[in-house]
């Protein structure tokens, strides 16, 4: 064998030792990772344990749940897993039902993780800690759809430090303290999984759509509100105008949207009462309504759409800042907030648009002016180019009564009227439209700055004298 052979038989060998040796150190050093079963720690009890803390029953899957009775204080009810996979509570099939609510139940009857026990319990003595094992006033039972099997939860009063309620499962002597979950679902009565939403609710495309509005303050009709139709023109496009306590004031149109949203959007902050637990004596205990049925509620309200109708009710809580309100229709009483319903204070100035006339010219068939003992009276025909009008039955020019027209525009309300000191007359001007409706403003002059008027008989505001006094001027002028 020559010499390089052997050098490369040398070399080939000792690659072959170093990579067995590589082999075996890796064997040597290599962590075992095959599966290790998971530990699991007991309880006192048998109980599993959680981070430290004691199941007291397994968790059991919502699949595996058929039903969980709840009983407190103030009610009992029982929530249905039905085979759909949906949850019902029984009795409230009519209403709809806070689901966040309904999840909540379910977390805290299927898991129940308790945060410790109760060292050295007196077993004999559980009153002291608010259960009564023969006649326990809080409890929860959960029915498993597997083998019909259940268990019961017995909860009893809060612990000294308020951190946790203490409970005990039923034929177990061990006492718990668990967490104040207990506080959103199991000690909720029934109808604390109402919605509080008195009202329906209606789509955002169809707000407008409103038909009609009318609040009563005191049992009182305060104002009526109905949906423009026709061929008059409201001038400021109100889609709505005042009809009670006068009639042809247009809406205010940033309140008006306020009105609408609160009538879409309105929805309580707690259910009081519903269904058969609402009954003519509560509502009379509540003030809503006299001994002989009459409405004696501090606020009500009525309005339609083309699908439906609401009758409300609202009483005021003192100075809380909140609402008793009740409906008629959902026959359901919630409390809600001030905020939620602000229009119930508005004042009428709020209500109707500034301008009080808003009557395009060629809507009216005359206007007729009167000031002490003189009569201006305008008949109007005709439109566009064709319009023609008379002024004391001669033909007036029709620019010269266009300005005329234009100066009644002009006249906006100034403030709310202090008192009803109507003062002396300065004019009055009826309108008759080419319908045949009739509108009567009067002016009285109230001071140097501010006129008081009236529009068939109703008033509640003032304008500006200045331009009540160029008004008149106007008019008379131009029949002279």
């Given at each position: ?65 058929n ?14 897993h ?34 410790g ?15 009564n ?14 083998e ?46 109402v ?9 955002e ?14 049992g ?17 496009n ?50 809503f ?50 905020a ?8 009428m ?17 005359s ?18 180019a ?70 068939n ?15 008149r ?8």
């Open positions: 064998m020559t010499k390089i052979k052997k050098q490369i038989l040398t070399v080939v060998a000792l690659v072959l030792v170093l990579a067995l040796l590589g082999t075996a150190y890796y064997f040597m050093t290599k962590e075992d990772d095959t599966p290790v079963e998971e530990k699991i720690e007991y309880g006192a009890f048998g109980e599993t344990m959680k981070n430290g803390r004691p199941l007291i029953v397994d968790k059991v899957e919502n699949e595996d749940m039903s969980i009775t709840v009983h407190n204080t103030e009610d009992e009810y029982t929530l249905i039905k085979k759909s996979g949906a949850y019902k509570l029984e009795g409230l099939e009519d209403y709809e039902v806070n689901q966040e609510l309904l999840a909540k139940l379910r977390v805290n009857a299927l898991y129940l993780l308790a945060t026990y109760v060292e050295n319990a007196e077993l004999d003595n559980l009153e002291q800690y608010g259960i094992v023969d006649d326990p006033a809080v409890w929860f039972e959960v029915l498993y759809n597997k019909q099997e259940s268990y019961k939860i017995l909860v009893g009063d809060k612990t000294p430090d308020g951190t946790g309620y203490y409970a005990m499962l039923e034929g177990r002597d061990a006492l718990y303290t668990i967490d104040t979950g207990v506080e959103s679902s199991i000690l909720l009565p029934r109808r604390a999984y919605m509080p939403k008195p009202v329906n609710s209606v789509e495309t169809k707000v407008y759509t409103l038909k009609d509005f009318t609040l009563y303050k005191g009182e009709r305060f104002i009526s509100i109905e949906k423009a139709s026709g061929g008059l023109t409201y001038g400021n109100s889609t709505h105008f005042i009809t009670y306590p006068a009639y042809n004031y247009a809406t205010n149109l940033t309140n008006f949207e306020i009105l609408i949203k609160a009538l879409k959007d309105l929805n309580g902050t707690e259910t009081l009462y519903y269904g058969e637990q609402v009954t003519d004596s509560l509502l009379r205990e509540l003030g309504f006299d001994e002989e049925g009459n409405d004696v509620s501090d606020y009500s309200f009525t309005y339609s759409y083309p699908a439906f109708s609401e009758q409300v009710y609202v009483m005021k809580n003192g100075d809380t800042g909140e609402y008793t309100v009740y409906s008629l229709k959902e026959n359901i009483i919630v409390r809600a907030s001030e939620s319903l602000s229009f119930l204070d508005w004042d100035l709020l209500w109707l648009s500034a301008e009080i006339y808003m009557l395009d010219i060629e809507d009216i068939a206007v007729e002016f009167e000031y002490d003992g003189k009569t201006a009276s305008y008949n109007i025909s005709g439109t566009g064709d319009l023609s009008v008379t002024g004391n039955n001669i033909p007036v020019d029709t620019t010269k009564f266009k300005e005329l027209y234009k100066s009644i525009m002009y006249v906006i309300v100034t403030a709310y009227a202090d008192d009803a000191d109507y003062g002396k007359e300065q004019l009055k001007m009826t309108v008759t439209t080419e319908k045949g409706e009739v509108l009567e403003y009067c002016f009285y002059t109230h001071t140097a700055t501010n006129s008081y008027y009236t529009l008989g109703f008033g509640e505001f003032y304008v500006s004298a200045e331009k009540i006094l160029n008004l001027d106007m008019a008379m002028k131009l029949v002279a």
